[in-house]
């Protein structure tokens, strides 16, 4: 298994360069320029050719690249244009922040959608079972912005159940040495630290989990209907097995599988920030700060956090494949 | 009284906006311990329904299900769903037809055969476990200890099915149903299975209630024979008797069907006609009327009763009866049919 991982993480060496180049080319080739956005309007032609030299603007593109590829091997992704501060700092403050939201996001889509598909299935052609697909549903169809708003206003401005924006109380004096904050909670011993981050991260995880919500209990259901007719199950059956033997043994095991490779694509899309979420709930995570990067032709910031957010793709697929090779035996004997 | 006695068992599957389909209509079937019976027809005949009724594998929604099936008379169609799942496996197993499905695919063999063991024996994982390398060597698997730890697809067809024996035979059940249990393997490891299942059946006081299409598997298994058509029993009997003397037009029909060694190498097949699908005069008369050279008007006209054939000098004195459900019988065959 570890020998399959490690072949796993080497494969992905020319996957990121090749995207590293991409990402170079593309981000150079957008209209307009950083100069533009950082010299003032009235600014003289000398000026802007000033400002391009003193960011090295002005070298050919593939100097400008293999520069900055010597500096990512080193993790060193160079300054923010806009912030003027170097874009690593400013990832291992936003990455945490995504990952913690996206992680929750997914637990909360599944520890909701698997017992509702599995139940609907159980149930299938029911009046549950058309219940849980159609409200399954709204998660898709009501935007997502929409969807955060509501619950912040229901569950943080009128119950004051929750709080409104952001990943800590300001009263909330903690050190941060890991950047994930329910973490760093428990690390520095402070849990009082860590309830107050969940509390933040409840709200934006059911408004961004709403999204693969839908997916994952259409998923389940149909795995579920489709283990259900298998001879196996009818097998365990006739072992005269108790009933939650054969729900959890031998169907959602089974299940499983197919269940793992959506809820892994979905982890990395949720992972990646989403912009709208991060917006309505001032959670200072990828999605929002990249956006702003795009505007301000932050080309380092950029490229850095693209270069990060592959990785974390390919990390995510790396645990898909594992948790496969973990489920299902004949995966395991394949490799 | 018969250790499992089947009596007017009906089965009807329940369709939306169209009348039911009569799976099985009125069967009877005994079995008894030490005993094998045969319940032999062509797919969906209803076999393969009436052993998943006896276990109640049925699914519960939009099937019907009266008539009465009772086990050392326990009437096993009035219990609720804990109570035959407490006999199951228990007191009744079964072997299905594909062992390349019908085991986990992600679970380890050993687990699966324990499974039984611990749920109806109240065994521990370890006592469990030496109880299923038992099993596997009794069941003719080299090396049982570590078959235990691998996966289904780590075995071949044939080592998969006597697994599933294993698993069938672990708690020492006093009827088994196999249904079809040799389709999907080879024809030497089809041998090799039968003889498994009659060593149960003599050694064991087993009864075994074989489901086949397969007449050569009924000759070399089976001490009495139910062949059904339609959901139907047409006849029934000694395995000799009915060998001997089949009477329902159906049954002449599948033996002579039968290639034999001793018919030239290019002689054609003698295929029944049409299949089986034809079921136009179910209400009123013989399913099999539409592909029987012999029927006769009457034959739509109501059903004939299941009735003796008048042969049973063949088998030997028994005193098991040979019935028909035929109005045209056939005549003794010209040349002597296959005998067991």
């Known amino acids: 298994m570890g020998r399959f991982a490690a072949r796993r993480l080497f494969q992905a060496v020319p996957i990121l360069i090749g995207l590293s180049v991409l990402m170079f080319a593309w981000v150079r080739a957008l209209p307009g320029g950083p100069e533009q956005a950082l010299v003032p309007q009235d600014a003289s032609a000398a000026e802007v050719e000033q400002v391009r030299e003193s960011l090295g603007l002005n070298r050919p593109i593939w100097m400008q690249y293999l520069a900055y590829l010597g500096q990512v091997i080193r993790f060193d992704f160079g300054t923010s244009l806009m912030s003027r501060q170097p874009v690593r700092a400013e990832m291992l403050d936003r990455f945490p922040a995504s990952i913690e939201l996206g992680v929750s996001a997914m637990l909360f889509a599944l520890l909701v959608g698997v017992p509702l598909g599995y139940l609907a299935a159980k149930h299938y052609g029911s009046a549950l079972d058309h219940a849980f697909v159609t409200s399954s549903l709204i998660g898709i169809t009501i935007p997502v912005f929409f969807m955060a708003y509501l619950l912040k206003f229901v569950f943080a401005v009128q119950l004051g159940w929750l709080p409104t924006t952001g990943r800590s109380s300001i009263r909330m004096a903690t050190e941060h040495p890991t950047g994930f904050y329910v973490l760093d909670g428990i690390v520095t011993g402070n849990l009082m630290a860590s309830w107050d981050a969940i509390q933040h991260l409840i709200l934006p995880a059911i408004a961004l989990g709403s999204i693969p919500l839908a997916v994952i209990v259409r998923i389940t259901r149909a795995a579920v209907l489709d283990v259900m007719n298998e001879d196996y199950v009818r097998t365990a059956e006739a072992k005269g097995l108790l009933k939650r033997t054969v729900s959890i043994r031998h169907i959602m095991r089974n299940a499983l599988i197919p269940l793992v490779t959506v809820a892994g694509l979905q982890l990395g899309l949720l992972m990646s920030g989403t912009v709208l979420t991060e917006t309505v709930f001032a959670f200072s995570g990828v999605g929002s700060f990249v956006a702003g990067a795009l505007f301000a032709r932050d080309y380092p910031t950029i490229q850095g956090f693209v270069v990060v957010i592959a990785l974390m793709y390919i990390l995510v697929n790396l645990l898909v494949d594992i948790t496969y090779a973990l489920i299902d035996p004949r995966v395991r004997s394949a490799q | ?314 088998g030997g004195g028994l005193d098991e009866e040979h019935l028909h459900r035929c109005l045209n019988p056939a005549p003794a065959l010209a040349k002597k049919a296959m005998t067991p």
């Open chain 2, 1 to 314: 009284m018969a250790l499992l006695e089947i009596r007017d068992l009906r089965i009807s599957f329940m369709r939306r906006g169209r009348p039911p389909v009569r799976a099985v209509d009125g069967l009877d079937l005994d079995v008894d311990g030490g005993q094998t019976v045969g319940l032999v027809g062509e797919s969906g005949c209803g076999k393969s329904i009436t052993s998943l009724s006896v276990l109640g594998l049925l699914p519960k929604r939009g099937v019907e299900v009266s008539g009465s099936i009772r086990y050392d008379g326990i009437e096993l169609l009035s219990l609720n769903d804990d109570a035959r799942r407490s006999i199951r496996g228990r007191e009744i197993s079964m072997i299905f037809q594909d062992p390349m499905t019908s085991l986990n695919p992600v679970v380890r063999i050993g687990v699966q055969i324990t499974e039984p063991l611990r749920r109806h024996k109240g065994m521990t994982k370890g006592a469990a476990m030496d109880a299923a390398e038992r099993l596997l060597r009794r069941v003719g698997i080299p090396a049982p200890r570590q078959r235990l730890g691998e996966f289904p697809h780590q075995l071949s067809g044939g080592m998969r099915q006597r697994v599933l024996i294993a698993i069938a035979l672990a708690c020492g059940p006093r009827m088994l149903i196999a249904d079809e249990p040799t389709t999907a393997l080879d024809v030497t490891v089809q041998a090799q299975i039968l003889d498994l299942l009659k060593e149960q059946v003599v050694e064991s006081g087993t009864a075994l209630m074989m489901i086949t299409h397969d007449m050569g598997v009924v000759a070399e298994l089976c001490d009495h024979v139910t062949v059904m058509y339609a959901g139907r029993a047409v006849e029934a009997g000694n395995v000799r008797d009915l060998f001997a003397h089949p009477t329902h037009r159906y049954t002449a029909g599948l033996l002579a069907a039968m290639p034999r060694l001793e018919t030239p190498r290019d002689a054609p097949l003698n295929p029944i006609p049409g299949s089986a699908d034809q079921k136009l005069p179910w209400d009123d008369g013989c399913a099999f009327m539409p592909r029987c050279a012999a029927a006769t008007a009457a034959c739509g006209r109501g059903l004939p009763p299941m009735q003796s054939t008048g042969w049973n000098a063949v």
